[in-house]
């Protein structure tokens, strides 16, 4: 009877567990994870309501959506299992599923939904769930593997499947087929420690730089922390070095120290990789990205001329919320007292281009606990996207986020993690 452990019960380990018992049914499957249930993280996605996959999960899009050090891995791996597979995986364990747009949701709305009916199937297909079981060292002697674990939490009956006690707290797992599904290190609170990487890295896996991403971002001498709270449509521009890297445009929300909102998350891996190699990092802010220069320009002279007995910031609170107006004019040289009719062509011009390029220093992203991902992490080179089998190790598999691939908001990293676990998953058990 082949063993399969699977270390980190999360998206993609779950994923895995459930494929590997499906397709040997005489396996022995156990899942090991540190905290003291699984999916954890699961239950905090799409803001408790798990925005699980992305209906536009294709090749053109994967080059915009998914980045990494081998976006062509990512490709492959969603070739082979992509936006309908993840329906069918869902569907088979009974779960009804509902888009907003292209964003797939579980028609409930609850996370929860999700990973319950997750349990139940691990549960009906008999896989051993270990939890309070932090895994600390795999060995692997070329015929087996060794998975040396500490408890974490106080032992339960149900935790002395297949393993020894050499010392109180320690556990011994011994395994034919090992997969590595330990997440990252963003969001730490919900188990992902970056442990996985340690694993990953003692059977010689090597690494790319881990950097925070879907975060926040820090603002130097921050000029609209002023305006803290407020929420305004705007377009993002990540500058390094002055040259544009990405860009997004959405909701923006200003904070006392920065800026965030989905389109700062999508742009902030450039941000954080830019401040990682010690690269000048900006953020271009377009308050008016509706309108182009000239059309700004247009409206402001118009506001002008109608509005002869106004004041500069009585005239501006018809296009922007009160609490940003301060912060825009003053860059500009104007007061808010002051008499728009009064303005100089040049004091426009002025208010024009402050609202469209607001040049934002960035001095930091928010760290690791705040970060919705990890950009970096395992090289994909060294990873047979066909299987997820390392290339150096036989019988040891990677899934999920502690790969080097992050996609951007909007289901793209559940799908990443669902897909790498089910391939892995398939692939042990063969
Ligand atoms: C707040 C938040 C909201 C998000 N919302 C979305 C969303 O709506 N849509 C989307 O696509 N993505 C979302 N994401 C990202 C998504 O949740 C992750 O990319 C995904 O969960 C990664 O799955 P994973 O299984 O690789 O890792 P994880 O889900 O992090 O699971 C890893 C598991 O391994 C366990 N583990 C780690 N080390 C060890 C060890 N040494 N021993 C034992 N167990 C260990 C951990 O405790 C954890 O349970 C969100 C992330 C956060 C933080």
Known sequence: MRRIGIIGGGAAGIAAAITAARKDRQAHVFILEQKEKTGRKL????????????????????????????????DEVLKQFGYEDT??????????????????????????????????????????????????????DGREFCVRAEETLPEKSDVKHRCTEPKETVKIFEADRIILACGGKAAPAFGSDGSGYELAKSFGHRMTPVVPALVQLKVKGHPFARA????????????????????????????????????VFQISRHIALG????????VLLDLLPEYTEAEAFGLFERIAAGCADLTVGECLAGVFNQKLIPCILKPAGLRMQSKLSESD???????????????????????FENAQVCAGGVRTDEVNPRTMESKRVKGLYLAGELLDVDGICGGYNLQWAWATGCIAGEAASL
Do not use: M
């Not at 996605?45 to 976006?71: A, E, V």
């Not at 997004?248 to 909102?261: C, K, L, P, R």
């Not at 062509?345 to 760290?367: A, M």
């Open 275 to 282: 401040l990682y190699r010690k690269k000048r990092a900006e």
């Open 345 to 367: 062509i040049r004091q426009i011009q002025g208010i024009v281009k402050q609202c469209k390029r607001i040049c934002l220093p960035i001095q930091d992203t928010n760290g």
């Open 228 to 263: 803290s709270g407020v929420r305004a449509d705007a377009r993002v521009t990540a500058l390094i070095d002055r040259v544009p890297a990405a860009e997004d445009t959405g909701e923006v929300q200003i904070t006392a120290y920065g800026i965030s909102g989905i389109p």
């Open 87 to 140: 329906i069918r995986f869902f569907a088979s364990v009974g779960l009804v599923t509902k888009a907003r747009g292209d964003y797939v949701y579980p028609r409930s709305g609850q996370a929860s939904t999700v990973l319950e009916l997750l349990n139940l199937e691990l549960k009906r297909l008999g896989v051993k769930v270990f939890c309070g079981i932090r895994v600390r060292l795999v060995l692997w």
């Open 43 to 74: 239950l905090a996605t799409g803001n408790g309501r798990c925005n699980l996959t992305n209906r536009q999960i294709d090749g053109s899009c994967i080059k915009n959506c998914y980045h990494g050090g081998n976006i062509r891995f990512a």
